[in-house]
């Protein structure tokens, strides 16, 4: 774990992000780190349960969910509702002085329509009021934040961020000192193993090979985009990794060899 006071994005995701053991372990970080934490989420389980519900199919590529107008509106419901107020509830209820929102608000998260035009109503983040982040933290709260972003483009527009991308231009425009990726699985596996390190070459590689792919390649871009504009540290674990400084994946920019064992 980093030094306290020094800031923490989470960005959790998949089936860790209902762990019963998940709202003490994220109130161990928050104490850690002297306050100095901020929660990104996804809730796509979530968000398949609702489209199913209303005889629609989730469509992915890449990793990213394709998002239709129908598609946004229980995007909205199931991440920036559902999702979000029950983490809060949760983290409160563990101690951590959690205070929901979505990039919507405040217009927390902006983001520019995406060049794929085949996701339809997905972005890519552009701004981050990294004041208004500030502002809360030094009020003692804890940032809870759905992904979901105001369009830099059409006023009243909501767009479809990939909660990874997020977390990363969060953790850019407030100088984390680490950047965690929480996943179901330990890190990035190779032939079953646990990768423990991996410079953004050999991250490239085991995405281009498709090694890492969906949820997993969308992860390792947004960690190489993240250290490449600044970012200390970056990791990919699970729930139990949180917490453990040497447990998961590390990212490093570059010079370091790989290596992986069981």
């Known amino acids: ?107 927390l998260l902006q983001a520019a329509p995406t060049s794929n035009p085949a996701l339809g109503l997905v972005g890519e983040p552009a701004r981050v009021d990294a004041a208004l982040l500030e502002l809360l933290l030094g009020a003692g709260h804890c940032p809870v934040i759905s992904p979901v972003s105001a369009s830099t483009e059409r006023a009243g527009v909501a767009l479809n961020v990939n909660g990874d991308d997020a977390a990363a231009a969060i953790a850019i425009a407030l100088g984390a000192a680490e950047l965690f990726f929480m996943a179901d699985v330990p890190g990035v596996l190779r032939d079953g193993a646990l990768v423990r390190e991996l410079d953004l070459a050999a991250a490239a590689s085991l995405v281009a090979d498709g090694t890492a792919a969906g949820g997993m390649a969308a992860k390792l871009e947004a960690a190489r985009h993240a250290l490449l504009a600044g970012v200390d540290h970056v990791r990919i674990g699970d729930l139990a990794a949180l917490g453990d400084a040497s447990a998961g994946t590390t990212i490093v920019r570059a010079g370091t060899r790989a290596t992986s064992s069981a």
């Open 1 to 107: 774990m980093s030094a306290p006071n020094a800031t923490i994005v989470v960005k959790l995701g998949g089936r860790t992000q209902g762990a019963v053991e998940l709202p003490d372990a994220v109130a161990a970080v928050w104490r850690a780190t002297g306050g100095r934490l901020v929660v990104v989420h996804g809730g796509g389980d979530v968000v398949s349960e609702l489209q199913r519900a209303r005889g629609l199919a989730p469509v992915f590529v890449g990793g990213r969910r394709v998002t239709s107008e129908a598609d946004i509106q229980i995007i909205r419901m199931g991440l920036s509702g559902l999702a979000n107020k029950q983490l809060v509830s949760d983290f409160r209820a563990a101690g951590v002085p959690a205070l929901g929102l979505s990039g919507e608000d405040g217009a």
